[in-house]
């Protein structure tokens, strides 16, 4: 096989990556673009020993679950790499991905996987989306200043995460990001800031990240520099507000249809004419009054607030929380399932907020929490998982390492008026259990000494992409709950993680019941007792799965 011939190939399956997997002359080739079923003529772009990577020439036969992507840029654009397959088609994918996973690297005993929740809309979902920005390279004038030898460029990597695909447009985004995007490109116009270059270390702009919140509308912008200075950012403050403020064309009209129907007359506070007032800007004056009692109900979208956060780091990856807020507040506000959130710059929060209730709420069955219980809520972000669980139970304790994060968890307790909840800051794996102590301290009925803990009830666990700490695996095994559940977002780490948990990786016991101990080597092994996946992902090969373990010796 050579470099830039041409095979006939069949897809069979497809990759982590959203690659379609063929045969081409016997050797497991990689082509992007293709889906299982599909039959096309490829070129070979890349030769290894045992595999070969190709792109496609001509697609001879579409594959039965093959549909037209809604998005143009969906060829290119490295954030859904699944939307030419039919909706349900993504679905079936992602089960049989876990399952393969499960079977591969797990390799024991669990139940089947329930069926996939889906999203009922699985567009405009997404309430966190970053923007990449790139010109070329950045380089030294003779005057001291950066410019970079290309036209910027704002959008998404590609496949690959070589190249810059500046989409005008996602169908996955809040409108309000796609508003910001434009936002950028024209102070980039205006003040000719030059864009970072991760060869050369050198130029200003890098990223930008924009939240929405999807209940209350409220929108954060942080920019992301090198450097500790962005030029004029009363600039970029004036075209963010105006660009998030556009999407407000016709909402007052909206409203007072609605309020016509409803026969409440008018939602503008009316001078002694009887004509809608103004105030001094000439703006309309809302009767809130009535605005609040009708039953059509549409929020206004509106920035509330601009971050410029100092990054430079080698990568983004080495996240810095060096911050400025250059206009309104440091957080911005949005409700899920009744309750309310804090969420600032550098918080964990779910990207889909539909998909969010249907997994916590996935969660809280898995819990069958009865009021008695001590939950510890490990990896929690801003608190979402452990404050909804917070009604069903004794006592709720969180550790996440982000303090800024924790902040926030604590302050949305106090906003949702949950007493029985606290958070703490620092690593998991280290904090445990010196939490155990604090929780038999606090426990009038405990007589146990540090060294003999009572453990707590149930343990969740939300970690990241990589999926839990070694360290901490043991210590929750150690510490021996009743139920565990995990919350993961990656099948490969899932199932690894499992296969220590359940003792088919580690030395774990099975007769540590109610030990706890923190100076104890015994471990509790664990049994999966369900399985379900959530699709809080559209459109990608990623997915949420939540797995309910129980102590084996219960």
Same mark, same amino acid.
């Given at each position: 096989?050579q470099?830039?011939?041409?095979?006939?190939?069949?897809?069979f399956?497809?990759? &982590?990556?959203g690659?379609g997997?063929?045969?081409?002359?016997?050797?497991?080739?990689f082509?992007?673009g293709l889906?299982?079923?599909d039959?096309?003529?490829v070129? +070979?772009?890349d030769?290894?020993?045992?595999l070969?990577?190709a792109?496609?020439s001509?697609?001879?036969?579409p594959?039965?679950v093959?549909t037209?992507? %809604?998005?143009?840029?969906?060829?290119r654009c490295g954030g859904?790499?699944?939307?030419? #397959?039919?909706?349900?088609?993504?679905?079936?994918l992602?089960?049989k991905?876990?399952?393969?996973?499960?079977?591969r690297?797990?390799?024991?005993?669990?139940?089947?996987i329930e069926?996939? +929740?889906e999203?009922d809309?699985?567009?405009?979902?997404?309430?966190?989306?970053s923007?990449?920005?790139y010109a070329?390279?950045a /380089?030294?004038?003779?005057?001291?200043?950066v410019?970079n030898?290309?036209?910027p460029r704002v959008?998404f990597y590609?496949?690959?995460?070589r &190249?810059?695909?500046?989409a005008?447009?996602?169908?996955?985004?809040?409108?309000a990001?796609?508003?910001?995007?434009?936002?950028l490109r024209e102070?980039i116009?205006?003040?000719h800031?030059?864009?970072?270059?991760d060869?050369?270390?050198?130029?200003?702009?890098r990223?930008?990240?924009?939240r929405?919140?999807?209940?209350?509308?409220?929108?954060?912008?942080t920019?992301v520099?090198?450097g500790?200075? /962005?030029?004029k950012?009363?600039? /970029? !403050?004036? /075209?963010?507000f105006?660009a998030i403020?556009s999407? &407000?064309?016709?909402?007052?009209?909206?409203?007072?249809?609605?309020?016509?129907? *409803?026969?409440?007359?008018s939602v503008?506070?009316l001078?002694?004419t009887? *004509?809608p007032a103004v105030?001094e800007e000439?703006?309309?004056i809302?009767?809130?009054d009535v605005?609040?009692?009708?039953?059509?109900?549409?929020?206004?979208y509106?920035?509330?607030?601009?971050?410029v956060n100092?990054?430079s780091n080698?990568?983004?990856?080495?996240?810095?929380?060096k911050h400025?807020? +250059?206009?309104?507040?440091? %957080?911005?506000?949005?409700?899920?399932?009744?309750?309310?959130?804090?969420i600032?710059p550098?918080?964990?929060?779910?990207?889909n907020?539909?998909? #969010?209730?249907?997994?916590?709420a996935?969660v809280?069955?898995?819990?069958?929490?009865?009021g008695n219980?001590?939950?510890?809520?490990?990896?929690?972000?801003?608190?979402?998982?452990?404050?909804y669980c917070?009604?069903?139970?004794?006592q709720?304790?969180?550790?996440e390492?982000?303090?800024?994060?924790v902040?926030?968890?604590?302050?949305?307790?106090?906003?949702?008026?949950l007493?029985?909840?606290?958070f703490?800051?620092?690593?998991a794996?280290?904090?445990?259990?010196?939490l155990?102590?604090?929780?038999n301290?606090?426990d009038?009925?405990?007589d146990?000494?540090?060294?003999a803990?009572?453990g707590?009830d149930?343990? +969740?666990?939300d970690?990241?992409?990589a999926?839990c700490?070694?360290?901490?695996?043991s210590?929750?095994?150690?510490?021996?709950?009743?139920?565990?559940?995990y919350?993961?977002?990656?099948?490969?780490?899932?199932?690894?993680?499992?296969?220590?948990?359940t003792?088919n990786?580690?030395?774990?016991?099975?007769?540590c019941?109610?030990d706890?101990?923190?100076?104890?080597s015994?471990e !509790?092994?664990y049994?999966?007792?369900?399985?379900r996946e959530v699709?809080?992902?559209?459109?990608? #090969?990623?997915?949420?799965?939540v797995?309910?373990?129980?102590?084996?010796d219960k």
């Amino acid at each position: 096989m050579q470099k830039n011939e041409k095979y006939k190939v069949e897809i069979f399956d497809i990759s &982590n990556t959203g690659e379609g997997i063929g045969r081409a002359d016997g050797v497991v080739t990689f082509i992007p673009g293709l889906v299982p079923g599909d039959v096309a003529e490829v070129e +070979i772009t890349d030769v290894k020993k045992n595999l070969a990577r190709a792109k496609i020439s001509e697609i001879i036969e579409p594959s039965p679950v093959r549909t037209e992507p %809604v998005c143009e840029y969906a060829d290119r654009c490295g954030g859904c790499t699944l939307q030419h #397959m039919t909706y349900e088609s993504q679905l079936q994918l992602k089960e049989k991905q876990l399952r393969d996973k499960l079977e591969r690297i797990y390799g024991g005993d669990a139940p089947e996987i329930e069926h996939i +929740i889906e999203m009922d809309e699985p567009w405009n979902f997404r309430n966190k989306t970053s923007y990449s920005v790139y010109a070329g390279k950045a /380089l030294i004038q003779k005057d001291g200043s950066v410019k970079n030898t290309e036209r910027p460029r704002v959008g998404f990597y590609d496949g690959k995460g070589r &190249n810059i695909v500046e989409a005008m447009e996602c169908p996955v985004s809040s409108p309000a990001a796609e508003r910001a995007a434009d936002a950028l490109r024209e102070y980039i116009k205006q003040t000719h800031i030059s864009i970072y270059d991760d060869k050369t270390k050198k130029g200003r702009l890098r990223q930008m990240v924009v939240r929405t919140g999807f209940e209350s509308h409220e929108v954060m912008v942080t920019v992301v520099i090198n450097g500790k200075k /962005l030029p004029k950012p009363e600039l /970029l !403050a004036d /075209l963010m507000f105006y660009a998030i403020d556009s999407l &407000n064309d016709g909402v007052a009209q909206r409203i007072q249809d609605a309020a016509e129907r *409803e026969g409440k007359g008018s939602v503008f506070v009316l001078d002694e004419t009887g *004509e809608p007032a103004v105030d001094e800007e000439g703006e309309l004056i809302f009767d809130y009054d009535v605005v609040d009692s009708l039953e059509y109900q549409e929020n206004w979208y509106e920035l509330k607030s601009l971050v410029v956060n100092y990054n430079s780091n080698r990568t983004l990856a080495e996240v810095s929380t060096k911050h400025d807020v +250059i206009y309104g507040q440091p %957080v911005i506000r949005d409700s899920c399932a009744g309750l309310e959130f804090e969420i600032s710059p550098f918080s964990f929060y779910q990207v889909n907020p539909v998909q #969010m209730e249907k997994l916590y709420a996935t969660v809280l069955e898995f819990a069958d929490l009865k009021g008695n219980e001590t939950v510890f809520d490990l990896y929690c972000g801003v608190g979402t998982i452990g404050l909804y669980c917070a009604g069903n139970a004794r006592q709720v304790w969180g550790i996440e390492s982000v303090k800024s994060a924790v902040i926030d968890a604590n302050r949305n307790a106090v906003i949702n008026g949950l007493v029985n909840i606290q958070f703490i800051n620092g690593k998991a794996e280290e904090k445990i259990f010196e939490l155990l102590e604090k929780v038999n301290a606090d426990d009038p009925d405990s007589d146990a000494s540090a060294e003999a803990a009572n453990g707590p009830d149930l343990v +969740i666990m939300d970690p990241p992409r990589a999926g839990c700490h070694p360290e901490l695996l043991s210590a929750v095994m150690k510490a021996a709950p009743e139920k565990i559940i995990y919350v993961s977002c990656d099948p490969g780490t899932l199932a690894r993680d499992l296969k220590i948990l359940t003792g088919n990786g580690g030395p774990a016991a099975e007769n540590c019941a109610g030990d706890g101990a923190s100076g104890s080597s015994c471990e !509790a092994a664990y049994s999966i007792e369900r399985i379900r996946e959530v699709d809080n992902f559209c459109h990608s #090969m990623h997915v949420e799965t939540v797995v309910l373990m129980s102590r084996k010796d219960k």
